[in-house]
């Protein structure tokens, strides 16, 4: 069973157009949650952290958000240049070094 | 700072063979991580160090090896190429519990 479920997994927009993002997680305990976009051939680019429910944060055209269940990527009118795959990953509470869990991304084209 | 550098770039190797990939990061942090991303799957943690001398596995550590003799490098090893390594690899590195990310190596397998 996936810990990270991201949906939808791709997402086409016109220019302008405002929607969100879903990521739920199922995790004892949330040390943290992280948002990353990758664009093709490059590693993911750090957007994000949330850290307990109620929480949000914002950069530019993006607002992230977080429910005990689940975060939600806001984007809010996007421009071509937003057009990326957008990743959410978890890190779980305990103290260790442990490494992040990931979900599958959701692919989100805007076109002009 | 260049962050989290990783060599090579792209390589294909022939099964059976061996290589290493390398990372280096110039920020001085402790924790450094591998992860390996297939298509339409999410990344997934192969090895992690918290400090020179110090690594353990993550959730998909067979076929690999890695070590950490200083801070800056953490080099991961394939002994024996199979196809199902064929990835892309990414390094990481921690500061303030956000990680971040070298521009990964595109690694194929035949």
């Known amino acids: 069973e996936d810990q990270v479920t991201q949906s939808p997994e791709a997402l086409r927009l016109q220019e302008g157009e405002s929607s969100s993002l879903n990521c739920s997680y199922t995790v004892s305990g949330l040390r943290g949650l992280f948002w990353y976009r990758q664009d093709p051939g490059k590693g993911p680019e750090f957007l994000f952290t949330l850290y307990s429910a109620g929480e949000e944060k914002e950069k530019e055209r993006l607002k992230a958000t977080l429910t005990k269940k689940e975060s939600f990527l806001h984007i809010t009118a996007p421009k071509p240049e937003d057009s990326a795959t957008y990743l959410c990953a978890v890190q779980e509470s305990g103290g260790g070094a442990d490494g992040l869990t990931f979900g599958k991304g959701t692919h989100l084209i805007i076109q002009p | 700072n260049a962050g989290v550098t990783q060599t090579p770039k792209f390589r294909i190797l022939k099964i059976g063979q061996s290589m290493t990939l390398q990372c280096t990061q110039d920020?001085?942090?402790?924790?450094m991580y591998w992860y390996r991303q297939d298509p339409g799957m999410g990344l997934k943690l192969i090895y992690y160090s918290v400090g020179a001398g110090i690594t353990d596995k993550g959730e998909v550590p067979n076929g690999y090896n890695v070590s950490r003799s200083t801070t800056e490098d953490f080099p991961l090893r394939l002994e024996l190429a199979a196809p199902s390594q064929t990835s892309v690899y990414f390094c990481a590195s921690t500061s303030q519990e956000t990680q971040y990310f070298g521009p990964g190596t595109r690694l194929l397998v035949l």
């Open positions: 920020m001085n942090h402790n924790y």
